[in-house]
C-alpha cells in the first residue's frame, strides 16, 4: 500500500474509534454538569444530578428492578445454557449442529418481535408485568452466549482429565463437580457477566413486558429521552454505564480477551 | 549435476528473532537442476532458512543470491520461486485449474497461454482431467500434486518444498517419494527440500545439508553424509549407530588403536589425520556389525557380549548387545530373509566388524 | 492397599447402578431440556401464537386503560375465538401502513450500506493491527454493543445538536455557514442505528479473517501476487462467506430498527417495529400488533431463505 493510502487507512480508523466511544463520553460527561442544563461541563463538575438521582424514589425503585431482573436472567440462563453447552461439548447426536444453530436465533431476532410474542404468551399464562417474563425475554438473548462462551471452555479442556478421573473411580457427576467445574469458572463467570450486562441494559422487551411495579432502570429513561432531556437522565446513564464497566473490567481480568480471539484462529 | 555457478547462494545468513538465534551463519550453494534435501530436527532452522530463501522471512544478517541478485530486500511477490507448502495451501475458492493459472496471472501472462500452460503442468503430474474440481474434492495426493504443478507452471528458478510429504500416510508417501523425484529430474528444476525424515533424504537427494540447533553441520551426498558423517549429530541423527568416546593409544600407519571406556580398543583406518592422544568420537553402523556364535576369523574388531533385547523389525533384527566387562551397549542388525532372529535374549555371541566400516570424529 | 483395591474388585462383579447411572443413555436429552423448553416454550411457541392472535379480530375501539380482563365481554385485546384476515389486508390495504413498510425496507438497505462499507474496511484494519492494538481495537470496537443503546443515543442527541459538538466543528472548519440540522432526520436515525449495529459486524468479519489460513496469502504471494493482487484474489473471496453472514445480521437487525426511529427519527420516518408498541399500547390493538410483528418476522424469514439459497448455490467450493 502506497504511504498516502496508508495514512488514510490509519485516518479511518480512527474516525471509527472516535465514532465508537464519542457519544458514550459526552453522555457520561453530561452527567457531571453543575449546570440544570444541558451544558457540557467545562471548568466545573459536579455531583448534583448523582445526588438528585440517588434521592430520587422512583429512580431507586428502577435500579433495584433492574437489579432483580438481572439477577434472575443470569440464574435462568446460566441453567439453561450450562446444561446444553454440556451436551453439545460431550455428545454428538444426529442434526447436533442444527440444532446448535436454532439455539443461537434468538440473540439474532429483534427485541420488538420477541417482546409481542411474549407480550400475548405471558398474558395467557398469567406472567404479564412480573420480574419472571422479563427476566426470561432477557434470557433468550443471554442463553446463547452463554452456550458460545462455555462450549469454548469446555471443548478446550483436555479429554484425558476426565477419564483420568473416572478411571481413578470418580464418578460422573462427581468428575464434573470436582474436575470440570473448578476449571471451567473463569467461564462460568464470564457468561454471567454477560448475561447481567445483556439485561441491565435491555429496555424493549423491559418496555413490553414490564409494569410500573416493575420498572427497570433504561425503561424510566426511554420517555424521558422522547420528551425531555435533563442531566438526571446522563447521571442515569452514567451509573448504567459504571455498572457496564465494572463489570467488563472484572471480566477482562478474568478471561484474556486476546485468547478469546485467537481461538476462533485454530 | 552441472558443477556450473550454483543457482542459489546462501552466504552466512543468520536469523535471529528477539534473542533466539533461529539460523546461525547457514552457508550453502545450490546447483542448477540439483534436489538439495534440508534436514535436521524439529527447532533446527532448516524450515526458516527455506522461508529465508523465499523470502517469507527477512535474514538478520547474511546474503541470500539467486542468479547471480542479492534477494534480502527483493519482496516474495518479484523473485520468482515456487514454495510447496506442508498444507499445501491450495486456494479452496479456485477450480484446480483457476489455482494452476495464479501464478502465470500475476505474471501477466495471456489467457490462452495460460489455458494451455495449465493443462501441460496438470498432464505433468496426471492430474489433467481433474481440472475443474476444486481442492476440497481431492485426495490428499491428487492435492499434493496439484500444489506442484502450480509452481511449476511458471518456472521458479529455485523450487522449494516444505515437509511435502508430512500430510500422507506412509503408503502415499512411498509412492509419492518416486513420483517427485522423477518429476523433478523430468522437469530438471533447481529444488530445495526440507524434511525431518532422514529416509525421505537418503532415497532422493542429490545432497543432503544437515543442520542443528541453528547451524549447517555438513553437506554432501547421501553416501558421503551416511558413510562419512564429520559430526557426531550427523552419524546418530542418519540412520542407527552406536557410537563410544576414546583416546587414539597408538598409531602405525593408516591404522589406528582407539582405547575406549571400559578397558576395550577399537581399530580403525584413518586418514593421517590423527595422532595419539587425540580425543574421538568413533560410531559403527549396526548393518555393519557381523554376529556369530564363534570367534570370528581375520576380522580385526572382535567383542564377546550377550543379547539384551532383540527387536523384530521384520525384514531384519535389531540386537541390542552387553558388551562383556564394560558399559557398552552395542546395536547390529541382521537380515533375516528366514525371517526368524537367530539370536535370542540372553544368548553369547561375538561382535565384529571390518576396521574400514569404523567412523571416527575428530573433537 | 491390596485388600482395598479386592473389595473394590469384588463390588465390581455385584455391581448394581444407582438410578444417575441407569439414566446414562438419555443424559443428552436430560441436559438439552432446559434449552428445549426455553426454545419451544418461550421462543417458538410464542412465535407461533404471535400469528394466531394476528388472525384475531381486532376489538375496534380505541381502549381506554388497559383492556380488561381475559374473557370478559367488552374487554381484552382481540376478540377470542374468532378468525380472520382483516389485519394484513387492513395493513397491506392502508397507505398509513403501505408506507411504513416501504420506508423500514429502504431504511434498512441504507442502514446495511452504509454499515458494510464502514465494517469491512475497519474488520480489515483490525485484522493487519498488531497484538496490543487489536486487543485495544476490539474492546473500543465491543464497547457500544456492551453499553446501553440509550446511552448512545443520548449522546448523540447531545453530540449531533444545532449547538453540538459536530456542528461546532463544521462551523469552525468554514465547511457550513450555519447550523445543519443533523438530529430527529434521516442522518441522526443511521447514524445511531449502524452503531447499535456495526460492532457485531465487524467482529464477524474479523473473525472471518483471522480463520482463514496465513499459508494461503503466504503461496499467493510466493506466486507472484502483489499486495493488492493478493487481497483481492484470495483474502477477499475466502472472507465472503463470514462477511455474507454478518451482512445477514446487519440485514436482520436493520430491519427491526426500533430506537434509532422512535428516539433520533419524527413521525414521517417511522418503522414497522415503531409501530408494533404503537398499534398494541397506545391503540389497544393487539391483534395489528402482532399482525405488523409476523410481517417484519416473515421480511427477516425471507432474508435468511435468500442467503440460504446464495450460499448453496453460488459458492459450491464450499462442500
Not at chain 2, 556450473?4 to 537442476?33: C, I, M, R
Request: proline residues 5%; glycine residues 6%.
Amino acid at each position: 500500500m502506497r504511504p498516502l493510502g496508508r495514512a488514510a487507512f490509519h485516518a479511518f480508523a480512527l474516525l471509527m474509534v472516535i465514532y465508537f466511544t464519542l457519544p458514550m463520553i459526552i453522555a457520561v460527561l453530561m452527567s457531571f454538569t453543575p449546570s440544570r442544563f444541558l451544558r457540557l461541563p467545562t471548568t466545573d463538575y459536579s455531583l448534583r444530578w448523582y445526588v438528585a438521582f440517588f434521592n430520587d424514589l422512583k429512580w431507586m425503585e428502577g435500579l433495584w428492578n433492574s437489579l432483580i431482573v438481572s439477577g434472575l436472567t443470569i440464574v435462568l440462563s446460566l441453567i439453561v445454557g450450562m446444561t446444553a453447552a454440556i451436551a453439545f461439548s460431550r455428545y454428538k447426536f444426529k442434526w447436533d449442529m442444527t440444532v446448535y444453530t436454532l439455539a443461537l436465533t434468538p440473540v439474532f431476532t429483534p427485541a420488538v418481535i420477541i417482546a409481542m410474542a411474549l407480550l400475548a404468551v405471558a398474558y395467557k399464562l398469567d406472567l404479564w408485568g412480573g420480574y419472571l417474563i422479563i427476566a426470561i425475554a432477557h434470557s433468550l438473548w443471554a442463553f446463547p452466549l452463554v452456550i458460545m462462551v462455555m462450549r469454548v471452555s469446555l471443548e478446550g479442556l483436555d479429554k484425558s482429565l476426565e477419564e483420568a478421573a473416572r478411571g481413578m473411580g470418580a464418578s460422573q457427576w462427581r468428575t464434573f463437580y470436582e474436575v470440570i467445574l473448578p476449571l471451567v469458572a473463569p467461564s462460568v463467570l464470564v457468561s454471567a457477566l454477560f448475561a447481567f450486562i445483556i439485561s441491565i441494559n435491555e429496555f424493549i422487551m423491559a418496555l413490553f413486558l414490564g409494569t410500573s411495579e416493575t420498572e427497570t432502570l433504561p425503561r424510566i429513561i426511554y420517555p424521558t429521552l422522547r420528551y425531555r432531556l435533563t442531566p438526571l437522565v446522563a447521571a442515569a446513564s452514567g451509573i448504567l454505564m459504571l455498572l457496564t464497566v465494572a463489570v467488563l473490567l472484572l471480566s477482562a481480568r478474568i478471561m484474556n480477551l486476546r485468547r478469546l480471539v485467537e481461538h476462533g484462529r485454530s | 549435476m552441472t558443477e556450473s555457478e550454483p543457482v542459489l547462494k546462501v552466504v552466512e545468513v543468520t536469523k535471529e528473532f528477539g534473542s533466539a538465534v533461529a539460523v546461525n551463519k547457514v552457508s550453502l550453494e545450490v546447483y542448477d537442476g540439483e534436489f538439495l534435501f534440508l534436514i535436521g530436527p524439529s527447532g533446527c532452522g532448516k524450515t526458516t532458512t527455506l522461508r529465508m530463501i523465499g523470502g517469507y522471512e527477512t535474514p538478520t544478517s547474511g546474503e541470500i543470491i539467486i542468479r547471480d541478485r542479492v534477494m534480502n530486500n527483493v519482496p516474495l511477490d518479484k523473485r520468482n520461486i515456487g514454495m510447496v507448502f506442508q498444507s499445501y495451501a491450495l486456494f479452496p475458492h479456485m477450480t484446480v485449474q483457476k489455482n494452476v493459472e495464479f501464478g502465470l496471472k500475476t505474471r501477466g501472462v495471456r489467457k490462452s497461454e495460460r489455458h494451455d500452460r495449465a493443462r501441460e503442468a496438470l498432464r505433468l503430474v496426471e492430474l489433467e482431467k481433474l481440472e475443474d474440481r476444486f481442492p476440497s474434492q481431492l485426495s490428499g495426493g491428487q492435492r499434493q500434486r496439484v500444489a506442484l504443478a502450480r509452481v511449476i507452471v511458471y518456472e521458479p528458478d529455485i523450487l522449494l518444498l516444505d515437509e511435502p510429504l508430512a500430510n500422507l500416510d506412509k503408503r502415499l508417501r512411498d509412492v509419492m517419494r518416486v513420483e517427485l523425484r522423477k518429476l523433478q529430474e523430468k522437469v530438471g528444476i533447481t529444488t530445495v527440500y526440507v524434511t525431518h525424515d532422514q529416509e525421505e533424504a537418503l532415497s532422493m537427494a542429490d545432497r543432503i545439508a544437515v543442520m542443528e540447533g541453528g547451524n549447517l553441520l555438513q553437506v554432501g551426498t547421501p553416501s558421503e553424509v551416511y558413510n562419512c558423517p564429520q559430526d557426531a549429530f550427523v552419524a546418530t541423527f542418519l540412520g542407527e549407530t552406536t557410537s563410544f568416546r576414546g583416546d587414539v593409544e597408538s598409531v602405525t600407519g593408516d591404522i589406528a588403536s582407539v582405547a575406549v571406556e571400559g578397558g576395550l580398543h577399537v581399530i580403525t583406518r584413518h586418514n593421517h589425520d590423527v595422532s595419539t592422544g587425540d580425543r574421538l568420537t568413533i560410531s559403527i553402523r549396526p548393518e555393519r556389525v557381523q554376529i556369530s556364535e564363534t570367534p570370528p576369523e581375520q576380522v580385526d574388531n572382535v567383542l564377546p557380549g550377550t543379547v539384551d533385547f532383540v527387536e523384530y523389525l521384520g525384514a531384519h533384527a535389531l540386537y541390542l548387545i552387553r558388551v562383556d566387562n564394560c558399559d557398552i551397549m552395542l546395536q547390529a542388525s541382521e537380515p533375516i530373509p528366514s525371517g526368524k532372529a537367530t539370536f535370542s535374549k540372553g544368548s553369547r555371541l561375538f561382535a565384529s566388524w571390518n576396521l574400514d566400516h569404523v567412523v571416527y570424529i575428530r573433537e | 492397599m491390596a485388600t482395598a483395591a479386592a473389595t473394590a474388585l469384588q463390588e465390581e462383579d455385584g455391581y448394581r447402578a444407582g438410578w444417575f447411572e441407569r439414566l446414562a443413555p438419555y443424559y443428552k436429552y436430560l441436559l438439552l431440556a432446559p434449552m428445549g423448553l426455553m426454545l419451544i416454550g418461550f421462543f417458538a411457541w410464542p412465535l407461533l401464537w404471535l400469528f394466531r392472535v394476528s388472525l384475531y379480530e381486532s376489538r375496534g375501539s380505541s381502549g381506554f386503560g388497559i383492556g380488561g380482563a381475559k374473557g370478559q365481554e367488552g374487554g381484552g385485546f382481540y376478540v377470542e375465538g374468532t378468525w380472520t384476515l382483516d389485519n394484513y389486508i387492513r395493513i397491506f390495504s392502508d397507505e398509513y401502513f403501505q408506507d411504513i413498510m416501504i420506508f423500514t425496507v429502504e431504511f434498512a438497505i441504507l442502514v446495511t450500506i452504509v454499515t458494510m462499507l464502514l465494517a469491512y474496511p475497519m474488520a480489515y484494519y483490525i485484522y493487519k493491527a498488531g497484538p496490543r492494538l487489536k486487543v485495544i481495537l476490539l474492546i473500543l470496537v465491543i464497547l457500544p454493543k456492551l453499553s446501553n443503546m440509550l446511552v448512545l443515543v443520548y449522546g448523540l442527541q447531545i453530540l449531533l445538536a444545532n449547538n453540538g459538538l459536530v456542528n461546532e466543528l463544521l462551523l469552525l472548519l468554514g465547511i457550513v455557514d450555519e447550523p445543519v440540522k443533523l438530529v430527529y432526520n434521516l442522518v441522526s436515525m443511521t447514524v445511531s442505528k449502524v452503531l447499535l449495529i456495526i460492532p457485531y459486524t465487524i467482529l464477524v468479519i474479523t473473525a472471518t479473517l483471522h480463520g482463514l489460513d496465513p499459508t494461503l496469502r503466504d503461496a499467493a504471494q510466493g506466486m507472484g501476487a502483489s499486495p493488492a493482487e493478493t487481497f483481492f484474489s484470495v483474502t477477499f473471496p475466502l472472507s465472503l462467506p463470514g462477511t455474507f453472514v454478518a451482512l445477514l445480521i446487519t440485514i436482520v437487525w436493520a430491519l427491526g430498527a426500533f430506537v434509532s426511529p422512535a428516539l433520533l427519527g419524527n413521525p414521517d420516518l417511522q418503522t414497522l417495529a415503531v409501530e408494533v408498541p404503537k398499534q398494541t399500547f397506545e391503540n389497544v390493538n393487539w391483534a395489528v400488533g402482532s399482525a405488523i410483528a409476523f410481517i417484519m418476522l416473515a421480511m427477516m424469514s425471507l432474508v435468511v431463505l435468500i442467503y440460504n439459497w446464495i450460499l448453496s448455490s453460488r459458492m459450491p467450493w464450499r462442500a
